[in-house]
């Protein structure tokens, strides 16, 4: 067990918040890792990352969370940025239509970087201004059924789903490493099986029996 600022954690998950300019991205993190919002808009510059240790189903998990700039000239770190993520949070803002409709180029960004099995949510953020709602509830969903993706809406500002959607995320996440674990051990003991082979009695010209061991390759 890894230990940190003496809370001891069973597993590091690395997930990336990606989206547009402005949907709200640093404030989700901010509120998932310190119960923070802020008011102001501060873009980000290049990227960062803050972690928080949680309980996943039993097991204490250290998420790592990364967070960039949403605006186009700061797309050139993409592959650092990406490099060993295993979860990541597509975030659109639900009273701007261009930050939703830009969700296919972030999804192919995305899909370009990582592994095929990790995990993605689809959040809807600012759900807490339904005055100004422009993307509905169901062209989220629909559009996270059809990529095959988590979906939820989310406020940064009033918290609503911001550790639902963290939390459903890395137990997604602790789904799969157990699936590529027990794939693992199942490769290993085929492997080891192979490599000791099985062992058959042949009578030599003088009638007693030698013992040949036989692997096949
Ligand atoms: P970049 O770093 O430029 O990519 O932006 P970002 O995605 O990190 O957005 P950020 O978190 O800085 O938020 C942008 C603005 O939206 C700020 O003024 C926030 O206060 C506001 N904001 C963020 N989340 C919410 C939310 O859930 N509800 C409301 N009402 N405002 C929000
Ligand atoms: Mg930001």
Redesign the pocket.
């Known amino acids: 067990m890894a230990k940190k600022e003496d809370i001891e954690y069973d597993d590091v998950s690395k997930i990336v918040l990606i989206?547009d300019?402005?949907?709200?991205?640093?404030?989700i993190l901010s509120r998932f890792v310190r119960k923070e919002?802020?008011?102001?808009?501060?873009?980000?510059i290049g990227f960062e990352f803050a972690s928080r240790i949680l309980q996943v189903e039993g097991k204490m998990v250290k998420a790592k969370i990364w967070?960039t700039?949403?605006?186009e000239r700061s797309r050139a770190v993409t592959s650092q940025y990406y490099r060993g993520a295993v979860g990541a949070l597509l975030?659109y803002d639900i009273t701007k239509r261009q930050t939703f409709d830009n969700i296919q180029r972030w999804l192919r960004q995305l899909r370009d970087h990582v592994d095929s099995d990790i995990v993605i949510m689809l959040a809807g953020?600012?759900c807490?201004?339904k005055h100004l709602r422009a993307v509905q509830v169901e062209d989220g969903q629909a559009l996270a059924n059809k990529e095959g993706l988590l979906f939820l809406e989310?406020?940064?500002?009033d918290a609503t789903n911001i550790e639902r959607a963290f939390q459903s995320i890395l137990i997604q996440i602790n789904h799969i490493k157990r699936l590529r674990a027990l794939a693992a051990r199942e490769a290993a003991a085929a492997a080891s099986r192979r490599g000791q082979g099985t062992t058959v009695d042949v009578a030599d010209a003088s009638g007693s029996a030698k013992k040949i061991g036989c692997c096949s390759t």
């Open positions: 989206g300019a402005g949907v709200g991205k640093s404030n919002f802020c008011l102001e808009f501060k873009p980000n967070d700039a949403g605006q975030v953020n600012k807490d201004l989310t406020s940064a500002l």
